[in-house]
């Protein structure tokens, strides 16, 4: 394994650990990695700028992903811009909570539509659901192409004849 294939390996799983996270940037942190890793990996003009512009095209689209997700759940079933204002807190509280990634989203939308909106419980109860749906059809989503960068990247990088770990 290169320094660049560990450098980008290890960016890749902090960003997949933090797919699961609302706080984190996990695309973000992907991208740093493969930035870092092509740099160390003596950058090109070509292939690497058409590729890093692209991934940078693909890291603003991932990011946009997660948001629609949400606003699509919450909107489909009725919830408020507070849901998602809720979800997010309680997704962010939940992350210290034993099933607190999915609990967390599910209880911040409901406590938002109930005592900040101020909707009768059954509507409430929808509008939760439907911002944990779309909550988490985001996150499937991140983690679906967070999946397909870092194989196409690690695939990239691999070269196990200038291996840090001395000859192959």
Known sequence: MSLPFLVF?????VGMAGTFVPALPATVIIFAGTVAATLL????VWPDLPFLLTF?????LISLVDNVASAWGARK??????????ALI???VGIVLPFGLIVGPL????IAELFVVRKPLQEALRAAWGTLVGLLTGIAAKL???LMIGVYELWRLWDPSRSVFGAA
């Open 107 to 110: 209880a911040g939308a409901l």
């Open 56 to 60: 940078g095209v693909i890291t603003v």
């Open 9 to 13: 390996l290890v960016a890749w799983l």
């Open 41 to 44: 990996d003596g950058f090109q």
């Open 144 to 146: 679906v192409l967070h």
């Open 90 to 92: 309680g997704g962010l």
């Open 77 to 86: 079933y009725g919830g408020s811009k507070q849901a998602i204002w809720g």
